[in-house]
């Protein structure tokens, strides 16, 4: 392996691990939320339009900082600036107000927004070389690893605290600095190098091929038609909350994480030795959570949402952003970033509220599955016309 190649991974593998410690401290408060949300009166429609709120102002916002990070190169700061707004997670130990609650949920995807752009347009300039699918899959195995254990960290706090949610994300401190001594260790030891790849300032275009807009619509439709994961949550306090079983519903949300892991890395792997035709199989896997969630079969149903959840997730985080990379010159690539996840926020959004209100007027299973099949039909029909289009 040649000093080039040894950059390449060093600096994926530092990526990674600040994501690994962010996703400790955010992903494991997350698995908590929808059950802290509804523990302080929030409702199913209020929970998935919080998370789906949160998801389309992260997501969303990707656009102006995506935009910003091509124009300034503003790589660095809004590296620091976004991942130390993930101190929103530890302070929900503060908190005892719904509301409140909510707004520093949507504060942590604020954060998000501002660092994902420039994150993602460094994994795949200096990724060249290696594969761009290979490089966004081994990025998401590190960053699913800290996924896995943020959550069985909160599931063990509840227990051994008997539920206390002031403790248990009180504790989210701890990996919360850590997370900021591996950043300055990475800016400090690969600031130069990572500068090397990128393109100068003021050499980009906005425009964006056809196939891209196809593209950006078809995951927006498919995320449309996909339940939101806070829903999966949701659903499994209402149904433990009575045995006092609050402390397995982070074990959940693990289960999305430990699955979406080595999904992400084998997905990134077919992606580039297949292309855009992989994305047909999460397209297609996304009617099967809303099978799960919205049929009365138990934790075991949650259960098995929780494994093709994350099995989508995997996919969406690895190669849907990969594919990007497919329509897109490396001078504009932070503002198609930021167009790509405001499409994607806005699924989120939509998805958030309409999943909710049909869990809170127990809308019947038929309907809730034919409005995701029809969905991700349409989805795929774009995506088929997307790929005609590079042709």
């Known amino acids: 392996m040649d000093s080039r190649t ?21 992903e494991g408060g997350r698995g908590l939320v929808p059950d802290y949300l509804r523990f302080l009166g929030a409702s199913a429609l209020a929970v998935g339009t919080v998370s789906g709120l949160g998801d389309f102002i992260g997501y969303a916002l990707r656009l102006v ?3 910003v990070t091509d124009e300034r190169r503003t790589y ?14 530890p302070m929900l130990s503060l908190t005892n107000i719904w509301t409140l609650a909510a707004t520093l949920v949507i504060l942590e995807r604020v954060g ?19 594969g761009v699918g290979k490089a966004f899959g081994l990025h998401e195995l590190l960053d699913q690893i800290g996924a896995v254990i943020g959550p069985l960290l909160v599931s063990a706090l509840m227990y051994y605290t008997m539920n206390s949610y002031s403790v248990t994300f009180g504790t989210l401190f701890i990996p919360y600095f850590a997370l900021l001594a591996i950043l300055f260790f990475m800016y400090a030891n690969v600031r130069g190098k990572v500068a090397e790849g990128m393109p100068k300032r003021g050499g980009g275009t906005l425009r964006f091929s056809k196939g891209f807009y196809f593209y950006i619509l078809a995951v927006g439709v498919n995320v449309l038609g996909l339940v939101h994961v806070s829903l999966i949550l949701y659903k499994a306090s209402a149904m433990l909350d009575p045995v006092n079983g609050q402390w397995l519903i982070p074990l ?28 047909f199989l999460p397209f297609a896997l996304s009617t099967i959570p809303t099978l799960f969630v919205y049929q009365d079969g138990g934790l075991l149903s949650l259960v098995l949402a929780s494994i093709f959840f994350g099995a989508i997730l995997g996919m969406q985080e690895s190669i849907y952003r990969a594919a990007v990379s497919n329509f897109v010159s490396t001078e504009s690539r932070g503002t198609a970033y930021g167009l790509f996840n405001t499409i994607y926020g806005l699924g989120f959004l939509a998805s958030g509220a309409l999943f909710g209100l049909f869990l809170d007027y127990s809308i019947t299973f038929s309907i809730v ?20 289009s590079q042709n």
């Open 6 to 26: 040894r950059t390449i991974y060093m600096t994926i593998v530092l990526i990674g691990a600040v994501s690994m410690m962010g996703d400790i401290v955010y």
């Open 65 to 67: 900082s995506g935009y």
């Open 76 to 89: 660095w700061e809004f590296m620091f600036l976004g991942y130390g707004l993930i101190v929103a997670i």
């Open 112 to 130: 998000k927004a501002i660092r994902s752009p420039a994150r993602d347009t460094i994994v795949s300039i200096v990724s060249r070389g290696v």
């Open 252 to 279: 959940l949300f693990m289960l999305v994480q430990l699955v979406d892991a080595p999904t992400a890395l084998i997905s990134g792997i077919m992606f580039d030795k297949h292309g855009l035709k992989i994305l």
């Open 369 to 388: 599955f034919t409005y995701s099949l029809i969905l991700q039909t349409v989805a795929i029909a774009l995506l088929i016309k997307c790929i005609r």
